[in-house]
């Protein structure tokens, strides 16, 4: 079985902090694949990163950095110099085969 | 980026009735579309797993007579909420995945919020 946990439920920063937001998963699948998404209060999920499970090369995209270390089975998500745009509830999610676990969310809250 | 659009975006309606969302994906065909429900302040939960052509794999708990879901061709899957009770209230989630292209990937649609009074 496939599991998420998103240990921090809710995270509250001001403005122009860094913030890391946690997630740690459990597969017995050599395969899979892990992703973030961001979901506003609109509900629409927004898609932030695709990683596959022979590549724990980091990335960066803009503001944004993910540190992928299967020793620890974690897929961290840092936002760097949070902006108050940046209030979502974020997903970690790991799929297997196609299907889909997601983590319990984390409420970021970025304050002026 | 791919597309998938889902219809209505709301609906209220009364105990007892049916209700029937539509996903579409609108510019790829796709072979798989995955049902999630999401109440308020929690995850994602799958619900179930449609394949064009055949019928929906169910996930543990999920009562398949009570959410009847069609996948009648490569861009159209529809969840029907049969005899809706307030407990059904919830947003629910449609994703949709290509048959070519990065594995694994869903394109999720916007959601339908469904209220039974």
């Known amino acids: 079985a496939q599991k998420v946990t998103q240990a921090q439920t809710e995270i509250s920063v001001v403005e122009k902090e860094d913030v890391t937001l946690d997630c740690v998963y459990e597969?017995?699948?050599?395969?899979?694949?892990l992703f973030w998404y961001k979901q506003p209060p609109s509900g629409e999920l927004v898609f932030l990163i695709r990683?596959?499970?022979?590549?724990?090369q980091n990335e960066i995209s803009g503001r944004y950095s993910w540190n992928f270390q299967k020793s620890t089975s974690s897929f961290n998500f840092t936002i760097t110099a949070s902006q108050v745009v940046d209030s979502a509830v974020y997903f970690c999610a790991l799929s297997v085969r196609g299907k889909s676990t997601f983590g319990d969310g984390t409420t970021l809250t970025v304050k002026p | 980026g791919a597309v998938v659009s889902q219809h209505p975006s709301w609906v209220i309606c009364k105990s007892g009735t049916s209700v029937k969302i539509e996903c579409r994906s609108l510019d790829f065909q796709a072979t798989t579309m995955f049902w999630y429900r999401q109440f308020p302040k929690q995850s994602l939960m799958l619900m179930a797993t449609s394949n064009e052509g055949s019928k929906a794999t169910y996930e543990q708990g999920v009562e398949k007579d009570k959410f009847l879901i069609n996948h009648a061709s490569l861009t159209l899957s529809t969840l029907t909420v049969t005899s809706a009770h307030p407990e059904d209230s919830s947003f629910y989630i449609c994703?949709?995945?290509?048959?070519?292209?990065?594995?694994?990937?869903?394109?999720f649609g916007p959601g339908t919020r469904l209220t039974v009074l």
């Open positions: 597969t017995r699948d050599t395969t899979y694949y």
């Open positions: 990683r596959n499970s022979f590549d724990e």
């Open positions: 994703s949709a995945s290509p048959p070519e292209g990065k594995a694994d990937t869903q394109y």
